[in-house]
């Protein structure tokens, strides 16, 4: 039987996405065995991170700054506002590299099974910042699931009376893909948003 203190750390790391109860066993004692190497600088960093990063009072990102280095970033186009579910899709966007607007993260979607409303996810602020920020284009970069959909609507219907553009990212199919294996619903998605070549 293990200390209660290690079985403690073992639960909050279950707690983490991906972690079952044995991978957090493993990585509680990986962290253990080697407390130079590998505890040690954890709680270091975590500290930090605790101590120093905030959310972004624009965007909702997190960074060390606020407004966050994206949002502070003067070679941004400040016309261009790309809406996302999270922070993680906001940094996937940022390694693609192709991106040159501005973000606001949700920080989830509607849903009333969850009780999450529009209050929950700072719409207001971001109607705010469309409105004061002369935004051009809104891209909604929302999950294809029931509850991105019904946000994606939201947002369209809240944004159609303040003059901008509001679009969506395409869905279909990803490229490297193989039709066959591919699910009915990105298959009807893509046909759908087919384009003249």
Known sequence: MAAV????????????????????????????????????????????CAREVRRCGLCRNLDVRDPCSVCADPGRDAGLLCVVETVEDLWALERAGIWKGRYFVLGGTLSALDAVGPEDLGIDLLMRRVAEEGVREVVLALGATVEGQTTAHYL??????????????????????????LDEGTLEAALRARQPL
């Open 5 to 48: 203190e290690i079985e403690r750390l073992a639960r909050l790391l279950q707690r983490l996405p991906g972690l079952g109860p044995r991978s957090a066993r493993r990585a509680v004692l990986a962290l253990l065995e080697k407390r130079e190497v590998l505890l040690e600088p954890l709680l270091e960093a975590l500290a930090a």
């Open 156 to 181: 369209a219907e809240r944004l159609r009376d303040r003059g901008v553009t509001v679009t969506r990212l395409a869905h279909g199919v990803p490229v490297g893909g193989e039709l066959h294996y």
